[in-house]
T-cell receptor, first 108, second 113 residues
């Protein structure tokens, strides 16, 4: 299972758009790209998933280039409650390897 | 709330003991995966169960074992506990046809003294 690379931490302010980029250097053909959010003392929460191009849901957008070696999670107009750790994963049949995640801190 | 529950929420054991952690899947989910999350790190995949059989395993020794029951609930058993086993243990459930989307429980915090 491949391990991804992402920034350790990011800061933002309320109302801004936040983009978190992840490297998927060892992604396999059958892997999906999945992002999770985790608050302290809770299990990770599914945010969004894609295989290639762009995916959008009610909370985020996911951009995946044609070579699939990277992905970008976009969070529009963040609020203080979006302060959390964000993980990007290569997933294959539900078997996932989490990296160390990006700690996003949203400031007022 | 994901509908995935775990018990107990917290547990303290001593080195060398054995522990059993339990997980109830979200209704209808037939696949369960277990993860270990050390403080400050991402979750590490232990193993996955589907149709009551192990269906993939991460880099964990055999003293980590599991069971899945006909109602899709699951147990994680750890024998001969070591201090480094102290962590948050997470289970995640999914539909077999949608295994890429997992729903995590709140975890069990295990402390080994």
């Amino acid at each position: 299972l491949a391990k991804t690379t992402q920034p350790i931490s990011m800061d933002s302010y309320e109302g801004q758009e936040v983009n978190i980029t992840c490297s998927h250097n060892n992604i396999a053909t059958n892997d999906y790209i999945t992002w999770y959010q985790q608050f302290p003392s809770q299990g990770p929460r599914f945010i969004i998933q894609g295989y290639k191009t762009k995916v959008t849901n009610e909370v985020a957008s996911l951009f995946i280039p044609a070579d699939r070696k990277s992905s970008t999670l976009s969070l529009p107009r963040v609020s203080l409650s979006d302060t959390a750790v964000y993980y990007c994963l290569d997933t294959n049949a539900g078997k996932s390897t989490f990296g160390d995640g990006t700690t996003l801190t949203v400031k007022p | 709330e994901t509908g995935v529950t775990q018990s107990p929420t917290h547990l303290i054991k001593t080195r060398g003991q054995q522990v059993t952690l339990r997980c109830s899947s979200q209704s209808g989910h037939n696949t369960v995966s277990w993860y270990q999350q050390a403080l400050g790190q991402g979750p590490q995949f232990i193993f996955q169960y589907y149709r009551e059989e192990e269906n993939g395993r991460g880099n964990f020794p055999p003293r980590f074992s599991g069971l899945q029951f006909p109602n899709y609930s699951s147990e994680l058993n750890v024998n001969a506990l070591e201090l480094d086993d102290s962590a948050l243990y997470l289970c995640a459930s999914s539909f077999a046809a949608e295994q890429e989307t997992q729903y995590f429980g709140p975890g069990t915090r295990l402390l080994v003294l």
